[in-house]
C-alpha cells in the first residue's frame, strides 16, 4: 500500500489549490479531462509494453493485489491521471498567484 499512500498524498497536495484559489479546473471537466486523456496515454501504453517485455516490475509488497489487464497494478495505472491533475493544479495555481502579484505591483 505505500505506493497507494504516495499518490494520496499527491491528491492531498494539490486538489486543495482548486478550492482555495477557486481555480475552476473541476467546473472544466471536459477540458480536464481531454488535457489528462492526451498526457497519460502514450505513457500507460509504454508502461504496459515496458511490463511485457520485462524491462520493469512491481514488487508485489508494495502494490495492491488488483492488476489490470496487462498486469499493470492499479496504482500504476492511476499514477498518471493523479500526477497530470496535480500538474494542471499546480500550473494553474502558480498563475493565479503570479498573476494577482503583478497586478497589484503595477
Excluded at 3 to 22: P, Q, R
Excluded at 36 to 60: K, M, N, Q, Y
Aim: charged residues 15%.
Amino acid at each position: 500500500m505505500t505506493y497507494a499512500g504516495v499518490l494520496l498524498f499527491i491528491v492531498l497536495g494539490s486538489v486543495w489549490l482548486e478550492f482555495v484559489f477557486k481555480l475552476g479546473v473541476f467546473r472544466q471537466w471536459k477540458r480536464l479531462l481531454g488535457a489528462l486523456l492526451i498526457g497519460i496515454t502514450p505513457f500507460i501504453v509504454w508502461d504496459l509494453w515496458a511490463v511485457r517485455a520485462d524491462h520493469w516490475s512491481f514488487d508485489p509488497a508494495q502494490v495492491a493485489a488488483f492488476r489490470l489487464p496487462g498486469e499493470l497494478p492499479l496504482e500504476e495505472f492511476l499514477f498518471f491521471p493523479i500526477v497530470g491533475l496535480a500538474g494542471i493544479l499546480t500550473y494553474e495555481g502558480v498563475t493565479k498567484v503570479r498573476s494577482h502579484f503583478q497586478s497589484r505591483s503595477s
